[in-house]
Nanobody
Framework: QVLLVESGGGLVQAGGSLRLSCAASGLPFSSFAMGWFRQAPGKEREFVAAIGWNPKDTHYSNSIWDRVTVSRENAKNTVYLRLTNLKPGDTAAYYC???????????????????WGQGTQVTVSS
């Protein structure tokens, strides 16, 4: 059984930082691309960042690329998302997802991700 578990969310003031983690189990983690998406209340889920099986393969959303960093630690089956200079508009549930449908390469499209976590809430106060 594949399980993705996000953690690290919480309440933070504008301008602050958070590091989200996603621990994976039940899959050959090192061969999967991992993505981060977010969904704000009343809005559709949107792509944030992704990292391929090759950690040099990273892809960021144009809307937030300068404030996020995605990384992975295969020895721990974990992917991270570092968020900096947080803004109230970053308030959302953040989800990680795993993909091998396109050979472990990054993708901004939800359809390419086979497995999803339950999400971790990030709330940014002004």
């Amino acid at each position: 059984q594949v399980l993705l578990v996000e953690s690290g969310g919480g309440l933070v003031q504008a301008g602050g930082s958070l590091r989200l983690s996603c621990a994976a189990s039940g899959l050959p983690f090192s061969s999967f691309a991992m993505g981060w998406f977010r969904q704000a209340p009343g809005k559709e889920r949107e792509f944030v960042a992704a990292i391929g099986w090759n950690p040099k393969d990273t892809h960021y959303s144009n809307s937030i690329w300068d404030r996020v960093t995605v990384s992975r630690e295969n020895a721990k089956n974990t992917v991270y998302l570092r968020l900096t200079n947080l803004k109230p508009g970053d308030t959302a549930a953040y989800y990680c997802a795993a993909s091998r449908t396109i050979g472990g390469l990054t993708s901004p499209f939800e359809v390419n991700y086979e497995y999803w976590g339950q999400g971790t809430q990030v709330t940014v106060s002004s």
